[in-house]
């Protein structure tokens, strides 16, 4: 488990050097949550949109970023509806893993319109669409 600290994960800035500057986003600084603190877990606003980060429990062998809007999350029934349904925590399988069960796979299915990779050359155009549908 990842102990919460009081700077930023150290993936936070590589994020803002590698996707967020090039696509001219501004952020405040990540704030804490102490309920996270297995997950690293931060807030901080991207261009004014409230941004909740959280630390893979497994060390990836490739680095991305998921952008979930809110609608996909109630559509898969991960945030609550009207004060119903939600989960505390949920999968998520970026594109390069290999599967080991059925549900692993439904979750990877429908994650991988909202993976943004973050090695090699971002797609700012990407990334922005990404970002911004998470306002709508």
Do not use: I
Request: proline letters at 10%; aromatic letters at 10%.
């Amino acid at each position: 488990m990842t102990p919460n600290r009081a700077h930023p994960p150290s993936d936070l800035p590589t994020a803002k050097a590698l996707v967020h500057a090039p696509c001219g986003f501004t952020w405040s600084q990540p704030e804490p949550e102490p309920e996270g603190a297995d997950y690293a877990a931060h807030t901080f606003t991207l261009d004014g949109l409230r941004v909740r980060y959280r630390e893979a429990r497994t060390t990836p062998t490739e680095a991305g970023q998921f952008v979930f809007p809110l609608e996909a999350l109630r559509a898969q029934g991960v945030v609550s509806t009207g004060g119903s349904g939600g989960k505390r925590a949920f999968r998520v399988c970026p594109p390069w893993v290999t599967t080991a069960n059925r549900q692993a796979e439904k979750a990877q299915s429908w994650q991988v319109e909202f993976f943004l990779p973050s090695h090699g050359t971002v797609d700012p155009a990407r990334a922005r669409a990404l970002y911004l549908r998470t306002a709508q």
